[in-house]
Structures are given as structure tokens and as C-alpha cells.
T-cell receptor, first 112, second 110 residues
Framework: KQEVTQIPAALSVPEGENLVLNCSFTDSAIYNLQWFRQDPGKGLTSLLL?????REQTSGRLNASLDKSSGRSTLYIAASQPGDSATYLCAFFNTNAGKSTFGDGTTLTVKP | NAGVTQTPKFRVLKTGQSMTLLCAQDMNHEYMYWYRQDPGMGLRLIHY???????AKGEVPDGYNVSRLKKQNFLLGLESAAPSQTSVYFC?????????FGSGTRLTVV
């Protein structure tokens, strides 16, 4: 059974810092990886998707990587802004099997 | 570009009452899912569907029923609501390129 762990559970940084959020997993089988952002009281917004055959994806100030050999994915946020404050979740899914496993998230606070 | 739409957004039920949550997607996705999200518990899969007319149990299916009569709609039913079903419910749909979530339904059972 796939298990997903996100560390740290909470992170507070000053504005402008570059930061890395970590997501570790136990099953290196062929899964796609998706990073989401969730604002308080809101739904999940997709940030980046890495297919099982890929190693990283970039969108603006965000970069996500996937290393199956080490069982890790990282989300890199450059030049953080107060608007980046939210909970970030990683999820592994096998669409063909209808299976998905979500991490519990890292709550990020970026202080002005 | 609606994506995934959930109705209602908020609901308060009395213990023992029934209700249906509606999820609609306009992306022609085959797969649809119902999750619940509780503090400290993360997202837990209730039921899912891999296509029109199909449903399957997820991680926490007890007390819920679902139907997928049309490809674009996935209904979640509570036959006899219990306080333990107080939660935020999220619907999602997917294809190979990832999941799209609705904005959620906040349900309180008193």
C-alpha cells in the first residue's frame, strides 16, 4: 500500500525566501504525481503534474521533481510571496486503477 | 470553463435525515471520486467511479451510497446522516493528466 508523508507539517518563512517542500512515498511503482494548493475553506487547485516517466515540471516560480529511486518528490518555490501562504499537498495516483494516495500537506506561511 | 461543480456548498442536517450531494463535470472525464476531508485525517476516498454506470468502494464507504447514471454526474447519498459524517466533501474527476477538484460541500450533522 502506497504511503505518502509530507514534512514539515508547517513552515513559516519571510517573504522573498526560496523554499522546498518535501513529499516521500513508499511505493515506486508507476504512479503519476500531482502537487496541489489548498487555501483555507477552499478546494484543491492543481499546481503541477509529473507523469511517471518524467522527472520534473516547472510553472512560473514553482518547480516539482520526482525521484523514484529515493522515494521523494520536492516542490521548490522561488522568491516566496505572502500570497503563497496555503497548504500544499502531494498526491500519487494510478488513474487506470482508480487509486490515489494523498499526503497530509504542508501548511506554508509567508510573512511580509 | 466550469470544470467540476458541486452542489450544495453548505448544508446542515439533523441526525437521521437523508440528502444527496451532486457533482457535475464538463471535461468528459471517465473517472470521478468522492472524498471527505477532516482535520488531522487528510483526504479519504469514499467511493469512486471508473465510468458511466460503475461505482466502487474507497477507503471509508460505510454510510454512503453513490450513483453514476450519466458520465458527467456523480451523486453521493447519505441515507441516515450521523454526526460522524460532519465533514467537508470534495468531488474530483480525472484523466491521465491529473485530478480536478470541485470547491467542496461543507456538511454539518447536528
Amino acid at each position: 500500500k502506497q504511503e505518502v508523508t509530507q514534512i514539515p507539517a508547517a513552515l513559516s518563512v519571510p517573504e522573498g525566501e526560496n523554499l522546498v517542500l518535501n513529499c516521500s512515498f513508499t511505493d515506486s511503482a508507476i504512479y503519476n504525481l500531482q502537487w496541489f494548493r489548498q487555501d483555507p475553506g477552499k478546494g484543491l487547485t492543481s499546481l503541477l503534474l509529473i507523469q511517471s516517466s518524467q522527472r520534473e515540471q516547472t510553472s512560473g516560480r514553482l518547480n516539482a521533481s520526482l525521484d523514484k529511486s529515493s522515494g521523494r518528490s520536492t516542490l521548490y518555490i522561488a522568491a516566496s510571496q505572502p500570497g503563497d501562504s496555503a497548504t500544499y499537498l502531494c498526491a500519487f495516483f494510478n488513474t487506470n486503477a482508480g487509486k490515489s494516495t494523498f499526503g497530509d500537506g504542508t501548511t506554508l506561511t509567508v510573512k511580509p | 470553463n466550469a470544470g467540476v461543480t458541486q452542489t450544495p456548498k453548505f448544508r446542515v442536517l439533523k441526525t437521521g435525515q437523508s440528502m444527496t450531494l451532486l457533482c457535475a463535470q464538463d471535461m468528459n472525464h471517465e473517472y470521478m471520486y468522492w472524498y471527505r476531508q477532516d482535520p488531522g485525517m487528510g483526504l479519504r476516498l469514499i467511493h469512486y467511479s471508473v465510468g458511466e454506470g460503475t461505482t466502487a468502494k474507497g477507503e471509508v464507504p460505510d454510510g454512503y451510497n453513490v450513483s453514476r447514471l450519466k458520465k458527467q454526474n456523480f451523486l453521493l447519498g447519505l441515507e441516515s446522516a450521523a454526526p460522524s459524517q460532519t465533514s467537508v466533501y470534495f468531488c474530483a474527476s480525472s484523466r491521465w493528466y491529473g485530478y480536478t477538484f470541485g470547491s467542496g460541500t461543507r456538511l454539518t450533522v447536528v
